[in-house]
């Protein structure tokens, strides 16, 4: 059984920082495309942050450019997100995702992900 699961989110303060993590089992991801969505309750789910399978291309959303890093360790079958200067905007449920199909390009589509985590809670207090 595939599963996603993240980790290192939590309450804290404008300006601070977090790391998000997203441990792979069940099946490897060395070959695959993952990314980071967040989701507000009543909103769609928005695209954060997206890495290809060696990490050498990624693309973030505008929003977070510049203050959110995705990187991957293949060896651990895990992706990170490490958010800076957070902001009260950037609360919201954080899922992980991975893209089924090996080899493929950056993409912020959700609908190009198969497998999804539960999601972990940011919330950044003004």
């Known amino acids: 059984q595939v599963q996603l699961v993240e980790s290192g989110g939590g309450l804290v303060q404008a300006g601070d920082s977090l790391r998000l993590s997203c441990a792979a089992s069940?099946?490897?991801?060395?070959?695959?495309?993952m990314g980071w969505f967040r989701q507000v309750p009543g909103k769609e789910r928005e695209f954060v942050a997206t890495i290809n399978w060696n990490g050498d291309s990624t693309y973030y959303a505008d929003s977070v450019k510049g203050r959110f890093t995705i990187s991957r360790d293949n060896a651990k079958n895990s992706v990170r997100l490490q958010v800076n200067i957070l902001k009260p905007e950037d609360t919201a449920v954080y899922y992980c995702a991975a893209d089924r199909h090996p080899f493929r390009k950056v993409h912020a589509d959700w609908r190009e992900y198969d497998y999804w985590g539960q999601g972990t809670q940011v919330t950044v207090s003004s």
């Open positions: 069940g099946r490897s991801f060395s070959s695959n495309t």
